[in-house]
């Protein structure tokens, strides 16, 4: 305790006399209330601007308190020179007291913090988790091995993700997925030098992750197994029909993975063991539930409610079903929600047609035949026809009314596509270009002369383009087309529907002399020798087709004659050019190869043929001037056509067997 405390808790040892000169400050009224001693957090917390006046040391509660004395006052002696008291001793001292006090904990917190730097220098910082797995402390060895007992065996156990609405899961070993044990310890960092950061790390926690090892190829794989079940495109809402029941369908959002977030995400977070939300965007439906409620109770209903009838002529009636209304009106998004009836006047047309045909009278072509040996017109019908848009377009009214629904059926003149006028006016009247081929097999026959049935009497008109394969069609099996020979692959070959292209051959020759324009046609990839070389076509259902367009300012017949042994092609129309083929030598002759092929129905034996190339020049003049309008050169190369040989698969029999006996 101060001196000065220590006098005034012992008053009796002041004298009656003034007080000396020399230390004026001893004596000082004693002060009844006493504060408290501060503690030595007061002393280092409290701010130090309150000064304390001296008091004496507290008396316990035990022993009575002395009354304060009251000192006499000096009477006869003069009082010296006043001089002023000091008043900041006292403080000063308490203060140096305070700052001791405090330099004593301040240099306890220096060695423990000195003690726990060194203590933990070379850990983990505290308080550090991975995966919620605590290593805070421990030595990088030892945090190692921690993380790796308690999350090694997490990289093959699946990680059920989640995307939207979908659940899925995930293996990381599977999704090329590890831990890179050192860099996950090596994250963690090294003990803060910060003593406010150490000590709070004493309390809580600070959770860094494991640094992943990732294969992106496996991981963009298994990403994409769990796109295929998350990905699904929006679903409009919308009203079906089931026969005669109305079912409305709730519009659904769509959505869509961030894939490459989503790799992010699963990088970051699977190793925790808890469910992994991937993200992903949501495609949004246009239609609202709002919409197909009202599309349902306005349209949809009443539309089933009952069946509506056409009337046609004779008191003739077509009927559309009410369980068939599905067929016939749908729903689209109108862009604001709702939904737009759709009225398909062609599927009604399909249902009610039929059922008023025979009320009608069919148009009819003009025909242009030759019995008489000459071109004769045969002519046109005008028809009558329901004309069922016109008859269809109170549709919509007729499905909302509230009663019978009933229309009648539109009838109107229906003209042929050549009328009468028009077949006259084509001008075909001469043949203009003839040409004939023989030579073929009886299965190349029957195909020829089915092919050219398909094609006698076609009419070309002016600048119109016919097509082969358009005007057969199909020529298969189905069709009564029969097995004959081909060139496949460079050899001779059997097919359904072979030798049409000795058909393909002479309607190309006969289009050549009467002046028709060469749109496509394709050689033979060798010679036959019984084509005109550089002048012949091939064809092939659906690869090659022969076209050709008329130029003429008239129209064109094709007539075909058909025999066992030969078929012509005659093109009619008017002449107005006349047309000659120059055809130059043979050049750059190649010798065939021989081919070797087991005996059977797919092998035709060959001699072979030399190769050539060759070039056929088309002049065409003016029939009336005899001016030359064009003149064309075709070079065409000739593969040799190969020898090919059928060697059957059966052993030769041995030199000592005896050969069978005549009559045995």
Known sequence: MSDERDGAKNPENHTDGPVPDENPTEIMP????????????????????????TTPDPVPESEPQPEPQQLPEPEAAPAPDPQPAPTDAAPNRRWVKYAAVAGGVVAVGVIAYAVDWVVSADRVPRGVTVAGV???????????????????????????????????????????????????????????????????????????????????????????????ATDRAPREGNVVFEGTRVVPVAPLPGQRLDVEAAEDTFVDQWAFGTTVDLPVDTVDVTVTQAGVDAAVRDVATPAVATDVVVTGKDGAVATLPRDQIGKVLTFAPDGGGGLSPQYNVEAATAILAPQLVSTEIKPKDAQITLTSGSPQVVPSVTGEMVQWPKTL??????????????????????????TTEGAKALGIREVIGEFTTGGFEYAS?????????????????????????????????????????????????????????????????ATYFAGMEDVDHTEHSYYISRYPAAREATVFEGAIDLK????????????????????????????????????????????PDTITLPAGPHCVASGGAPGFTVSDTRIITDADSGGEISRHTRTVKYDPVPVVKCVSNEPAPSNGAAAPSPGR
């Open 134 to 228: 605590d290593i805070g402390g421990q030595s990088t060895a030892t945090a190692e091995e921690t993380l790796r007992a308690a999350l090694g065996s997490r990289v093959d156990r699946p990680v059920p993700v989640r995307a939207g609405n979908t659940d899925s899961e995930i293996v990381p070993a599977q999704a090329g997925v590890g831990i890179d044990w050192a860099a996950t310890v090596e994250q963690a960092g090294e003990q803060p030098i910060n003593p406010f950061t150490r000590l709070a790390s004493l309390f809580t926690d600070h959770e860094i992750g494991v640094v992943s090892t990732v294969d992106d190829a496996a991981l963009a794989s298994a990403m994409g197994g769990v796109q295929q």
């Open 393 to 418: 377009e109170p549709l919509p009214a007729l499905l909302a009314a509230p009663g019978a629904r009933t229309t009648p059926a539109v009838y109107e003149p229906a003209e042929p596509a050549l």
């Open 30 to 53: 004693v002060v009844p209330d006493i504060p408290p001693v501060p503690s030595q957090e007061d002393a280092v917390s409290d701010a130090p601007t309150e000064v304390f006046a």
């Open 445 to 509: 026959g029957v195909n020829i002369r089915l092919a050219a049935s398909a094609i006698d009497g076609a009419i070309v008109k002016p600048g119109e383009t016919f097509s082969f394969d358009a005007q057969t069609g199909p020529r298969g099996s189905a069709q009564g087309y029969v097995d004959s020979g081909i060139i496949n692959n460079g050899r001779p070959d059997k097919a359904v529907g072979g030798g049409i292209s000795q058909l393909a051959t002479t309607l190309y020759n």
């Open 548 to 591: 050709f367009r008329n130029p003429a300012k008239t129209g064109v017949m094709i007539q075909t004659i058909g025999t066992s042994s030969n078929i012509t092609v005659r093109i009619w129309g008017t002449k107005t050019v006349d047309v000659q083929s120059v055809t130059g030598n043979r050049s750059n002759q190649t010798s």
